[in-house]
């Protein structure tokens, strides 16, 4: 395969490996040059003025537990607001009794933001709107465009409640600063991180032979009777352990072909106990502090707690892991899975999909396998395989834009988004089918575009950029935008649609909606 022109090589670099640009003079004279110039750690999002502060996870990991200690008072004060009706129909004279101590547990299911959980929906609401204005604004989009990877590769979801305000400090800590780091560094950052952690269970997750698992039972023996006693069960959680090597290293492809079996992801899960996220203290009450939280200094959400680990050595992937007793067996299971050959060509293809095509061309999954294997992982060395690789600058476009690349491409193109996030943190972007930072499952968003292209999400698609022309088309020529953003991509058909529209909202709906537009 040849390489195409300049001028079209300028095009591929904008908007297959960037974000979209308004026009192709900020890659010229030497795309590659560009790109390769933007590899390095994500910068830090942006902090919006007149806006909530974009929470770290201790801060996010403190506002979950303030905001479930507000609950469970205000049930307690609503059941002793109650009972003494209830204690007069039982001829029960005595006064009501309210405890404003809360019981223990952690967040609850998935319910809606309701008017208690406002500081939980302003730190969602800032997460969206720095994601969004990063991207918008940030003259590396390359570099941005692989955060949003690793951030789906490495899925948390707030569509699990209690992962509200954790979602963003996730990707402001265990990704952003290791995009450009070795793949090792991240997984061990990600793994260990309060969101990971608290996303996949594994904050509930005790070793059968663990030492609290052996005195609940010791107290049991001896407490039969006490119901609350019985009805208490700490056990074994293998979702980190499986997700780990499903989706984040070895691939589900391994387990078909049996590189991991049900016996490895019981033994990473072991491996996995006594990783945990702590609970703060509430205000004034320091005798609620989780028993593992650190007595002195700043809260860290992330603790390592011996109490809950499975004790002994695990076999792993045929290779036997000895026990410290103090967390260090992960890291020697993280770098195992890192290195392992399997790890590569997962990763490798899941980056090859993302950027170049659905079924990514297997030469350039193997080039980039040699780079991750012949440098132990680096990723900038595996980026440039990928940016030096011939099938990456196939002439044409080749992948569908999600919904959240097809909105920020849209507002790079038009500029001055700000009053749109304003009324809307998330750009309206969930109305088209993707609700930021809450992917459906662990596997994250689909890359493939048969899973956007439904009729329904299409007139979605529709209907977001008709709304958006008829917005900016006041301020914007989509005739003369056009060839300047896509260059050599613009079609003759697509520009003659646009010189022939009816009026500027309808030119530039026409730009937004051409194919390609819509693909990258």
Known sequence: MQYPDAARRA????????????????????????LLAQVGPAEPQLDLPGKPALPSSAEAVALQAEVVRRRRMAREVDAAASAPAAAVSQGNAGPPQVSLIPSGG????????????????????ADQRARLATAVR????????????WSNHFTVSTGKASMRGLAGSFEREA????????????????????????????????????????RLAQRQARQPEDAALASRRVGLNENLAREVLELHTLGAVSARQGVYTQADVTAFAKVLTGWRVVTPPAPGNPAQADSAAAPQGAFVPTRFDPAWHEPGAQTLLGQAFDDADDGSSLLAVLQHLAQHPATARFVCGQLARHFVADDPPPALVDRMVQAWQRSSGDLPTVYQALLNSPEAWA???????????????????????DALWARQPDAAIGQMGQRLQAAPSPAGWPDQAADWLGPEAVWKRVKWATRLADRAARTTDARALAPASLGPWLTEPTRLQIQRAADGPQALALLLLSPEFQRR
């Open 395 to 417: 002439p044409e476009p080749q992948k569908l834009k999600t919904p959240e690349e097809l909105a920020i491409s849209s507002l790079r193109l038009l500029g001055g988004a």
């Open 11 to 34: 095009a591929i670099a904008a908007h297959r490996f960037g974000l979209g640009e308004a026009t192709l003079a900020n890659v010229r004279p030497d795309p590659l040059a560009w």
């Open 106 to 125: 952690g967040p609850g299911p998935a319910r809606p933001l309701g008017p208690s959980d406002q500081p939980l929906r302003d730190a969602l609401q």
């Open 138 to 149: 940030s003259p590396r989009p390359f570099a941005e465009r692989l955060a949003m990877f």
């Open 175 to 214: 990704i952003r600063p290791h995009i450009a780091g070795r793949f090792e560094t991240m997984l061990v950052a990600s793994t260990t991180h309060a969101a990971m952690l608290r996303y996949l269970d594994n904050e509930s997750s005790a070793g059968p032979r663990s030492r609290l698992a052996t």
